[in-house]
């Protein structure tokens, strides 16, 4: 007896939508094609395509620390909601993950109450790069992160000579929060209080571009792989464009959707984030990388705040909005509007993760890898609404808008996670196992 079959749906496999159904067994994608055989469970996916587990590559869910705001549990409530099965998350909590003994206490925490499969990222400081040197066993690592510039949190490798020591020293993919520390700090005498649309006057384009070419140089000089996070810049994506191999690139949802100065306009604070939306010239130009496949991976940078803090005056408002619900339905409207292909999705959020990180049986439909799915309703109309945001901030930026495409459901080691927006059955993720 199988423990479930998913049948009639439009399944992705090779690049191409085909009609097939899905076996599972112990967790594990037994067959798939014709099938059989009886099921303790059977899900009938008529009208729905069937994609491999998506997955986030960017989340910060605020545990140990501002537990107020976001915990483990709640942000891997607010992924299975938005369809994603898996999460990699950040250490810039308070204390922040930069060494073995804080990584194990987030594993500890993680364990039977996150909702959804995990990974860990290790913080990169300035004075821990023995550790870094030594992560490629280390159960449930991503990767390290490095912050270049200083956002939410304490975590920050700002000095050229430390960049250098973290590349050195890295053992597995170092991703990195890329604005320029000096130029941040220069510019502070830029910042309008009260008044938020100076926040990418502060925050600039040269900001950006100068601390992503020092990155992607150091990276080239030590043969080490760069993933450059939350890219915001026409100038990041040319450059970056005529960089790849070792370097790959992420694009936030938000950073496709919304751009200044609309954005401050109608959210004002609740648009504010590290590196900031900008002007449409920058977003036609995520738009061209996205085309063009310059871009590898997209990442919520779920950061949620609470809406008292957020609605302090600029610039002592918090920087980060929520996203990891949100991620599939802004992407799969964007999907249906013809701005990009499902395929180009499925190798953002499935594909090019698997290859980047080196992450073990997911990311694909395919016999022997792990029975992760996410059910999808390309059809479905949903507007966004702040009072079923799962995350305990309890807004999103896209409270309102109607976006066509949506997950109804989420599967996990071959059980139903969530269904049509419900939570089903316990906290069961894992950690994710690399290469």
């Avoid at 140990?64 to 990699?88: C, K, M, N, Y």
């Avoid at 975590?155 to 170092?174: G, M, P, Q, T, W």
């Avoid at 604070?269 to 036609?284: G, V, W």
């Amino acid at each position: 007896m199988l423990d479930l079959i998913i049948k009639n749906g439009q399944c992705y496999i090779d690049g191409k939508l085909k009609e097939a159904n899905v076996s599972v067994k112990n967790g594990k994608i037994l067959e798939v094609g014709q099938i059989t055989d009886q099921a303790k469970d059977i899900i009938d996916a008529k009208g729905l395509i069937v994609l491999p587990g998506c997955m986030d590559t960017q989340t910060h869910f605020r545990e140990p620390g501002s537990t107020d705001t976001e915990d483990l549990q709640s942000g891997s409530r607010a992924a299975i909601v938005g369809g994603i099965t898996a999460v990699f998350e950040m250490p810039n909590t308070n204390p922040p993950t930069s060494n073995k003994k804080e990584f194990q206490k987030k594993l500890d925490l993680a364990k039977n109450r996150m909702y959804c499969n995990y990974a860990f990222y290790f913080g990169a400081t300035a004075d821990n790069v023995d550790e870094l040197a030594d992560l490629k066993n280390l159960k449930g690592c991503c990767g390290i992160k490095l912050f270049a510039g200083s956002s939410t949190g304490n975590l920050l490798v700002a000095n050229e000579k430390d960049i250098e020591k973290v590349f050195k020293n890295s053992s597995k993919v170092v991703a990195v929060h890329s604005e320029d520390e000096a130029i941040l700090n220069i510019n502070k005498k830029l910042i309008k209080k009260g008044d938020v649309h100076s926040h990418p006057i502060w925050r600039s384009e040269e900001c950006a571009i100068s601390s992503t070419r020092r990155i992607v140089h150091i990276a080239e000089r030590y043969n080490k792989k760069a993933h450059i996070l939350h890219i915001s810049t026409k100038q990041e994506i040319d450059f970056l464009s005529q960089h790849k191999g070792n370097i790959t690139f992420e694009i936030t949802p938000q950073h496709l959707t919304i751009y200044a100065p609309d954005c401050y306009n109608k959210l004002g604070t609740y648009a504010q984030m590290n590196p900031p939306i900008r002007d449409k010239s920058h977003y036609d130009r995520l738009w061209y990388a996205i085309k063009n496949n310059y871009n590898d991976t997209i990442g919520s940078d779920h950061a949620p705040h609470l809406k008292s803090n957020k609605d302090k005056e600029y610039p002592n408002s918090p920087s980060g909005m929520p996203g990891v619900q949100t991620l599939l339905p802004v992407m799969l409207n964007h999907v249906n509007e013809g701005s990009l292909t499902l395929s180009q999705l499925i190798n953002f959020v499935c594909e090019n993760p698997v290859k980047i990180f080196g992450i073990k049986n997911k990311g694909f439909i395919k016999k022997g890898f792990d029975a992760d799915f996410t059910l999808v309703d390309m059809n479905k109309k949903i507007v966004i609404k702040n009072e079923n945001i799962e995350s305990k901030c309890g807004w999103s930026p896209f409270n309102d808008f109607e976006f066509k495409g949506t997950p109804v459901s989420t599967i996990i080691a071959g059980k139903v996670k969530m269904q049509n927006g419900k939570i089903i059955g316990d906290p069961e993720g894992n950690p994710l196992e690399f290469d």
